[in-house]
């Protein structure tokens, strides 16, 4: 069964950090480039992240350089480090295979989307 399981929402305080992990089962996790996208109530989906299978890096232009993704194939895992959290950071936050990336834009996968359930994340004083 394909599967994508994050974890590590939480609530924090502004300025403050979280990870998120998405463990990926079903497939050939190393195959595919991974992203994180978020959605806030009442706004569009936003890419936030994408990893190529090499590891590359690529960002949303809003990200404004206070977030990192990594992956670790050994363990089928994709994480997102967040740093220095904002309250319009709050949002679910969804892990996805095969994502792409253009112009500043994190895209969703075409060929093999598949999505988590997603992580609330909630950033507030």
């Known amino acids: 069964q394909v599967q994508l399981v994050e974890s590590g929402g939480d609530f924090v305080q502004p300025g403050g950090s979280l990870r998120l992990s998405c463990l990926a089962s079903?497939?050939?996790?190393?195959?595919?480039?991974m992203g994180w996208f978020r959605q806030a109530p009442g706004k569009e989906r936003e890419g936030v992240g994408c990893?190529?299978?090499?590891?590359?890096?690529y960002y949303g232009n809003s990200m404004e350089g206070r977030f990192t993704i990594s992956r670790d194939n050994g363990k089928n895992t994709v994480y997102l480090q967040m740093n220095n959290l904002r309250p319009e950071d709050t949002a679910v936050y969804y892990c996805?295979?095969?994502?792409?990336?253009?112009?500043?834009?994190?895209?969703?996968?075409?060929?093999?989307?598949?999505w988590g359930q997603g992580t609330q994340v909630t950033v507030s004083s």
């Open positions: 996805a295979t095969d994502c792409g990336y253009a112009d500043g834009t994190v895209l969703p996968g075409e060929r093999f989307p598949v």
């Open positions: 079903g497939f050939t996790f190393d195959y595919y480039s």
């Open positions: 990893i190529t299978t090499s590891g590359a890096g």
